[in-house]
């Protein structure tokens, strides 16, 4: 199975600030067919489901804002949320979906300093 | 617009069974795979498990594969999770998801609210 770990678990950041996270795949999640990293990343917000931001490691979801942005290659990944607006406040994953079982990060939690 | 309503969740007593439904609209059913993930109290995600556009692959996550089924019926846009010989640890909220796309291996684009299991004597 890949393991997903992410760094830091939660961290606190100043509005208008710029928050960054780290995710690590314990083996390359790069399909060489397609020259594409299969990783996503998604937001959850308190009482609500995930949502989809980021997919292959750096292709914004239709309609996410321009602030987040995707990044990295091979194992290591990073999210980053250019200016942290109050609506950011949730927690944030990493997912490999290149091979199953289909894992998950543990999560950040990003909030307001 | 796409929506995915789960229904089925509830309290159950432990070695007990359930079955989660998800209802799908507002796309062609067949065309995508489909998940589903769970969240424990305040825990993260569980990827649970998946099932091709057409029914015929289906794999497991290690820690219900033996218990649980998945299953769809596209003629009901329907997607199914039968849960058999329930332990407390499956006690979470199961959100069922579709994959962008026909394979398995598909970020998740729409998400359920979710349904409350909770397993407990």
């Known amino acids: 199975d890949i393991v997903m770990t992410q760094s830091p678990d939660s961290l606190a950041v100043s509005l208008g600030e710029r928050a960054t996270i780290n995710c690590k795949s314990s083996?390359?999640?790069?399909?060489?067919?397609?020259?594409?990293?299969?990783l996503a990343w998604y937001q959850q917000k308190p009482g609500q489901p995930p949502k989809l931001l980021i997919y292959?490691?750096?292709t914004r979801e239709s309609g996410v804002p321009d602030r987040f942005s995707g990044s990295g290659s091979g194992t290591d990944f990073t999210l980053a949320i250019s200016s942290l607006q109050a609506e950011d406040v949730a927690v944030y994953y990493c997912q490999q979906y290149y091979s199953a079982p289909l894992t998950f990060g543990g999560g950040t939690k990003v909030e307001i300093k | 617009q796409v929506q995915l309503v789960e229904s089925g969740g509830g309290v159950v007593q432990p070695g007990r069974s359930l079955r989660l439904s998800c209802a799908v609209s507002g796309l062609t059913f067949s065309n995508y795979g489909m998940h589903w993930v769970r969240q424990a109290p305040g825990k993260g995600l569980e990827w649970v498990a998946v099932?091709?556009?057409?029914?015929?692959?289906?794999y497991y996550a290690d820690s219900v594969k033996g218990r649980f089924t998945i299953s769809r019926d596209n003629s009901k846009n329907t997607l199914s999770l039968q849960m058999n010989s329930l332990r407390t640890e499956d006690t979470a909220v199961y959100y069922c998801?579709?994959?962008?796309?026909?394979?398995?291996?598909?970020?998740?684009?729409?998400w359920g609210q979710g349904t409350l299991v909770t397993v407990s004597s």
């Open positions: 083996q390359s999640v790069f399909y060489n067919s397609n020259n594409n990293h299969y």
């Open positions: 998801a579709k994959g962008d796309g026909g394979s398995y291996y598909e970020p998740f684009d729409n």
């Open positions: 099932i091709s556009y057409d029914g015929d692959n289906k």
């Open positions: 292959r490691a750096s």
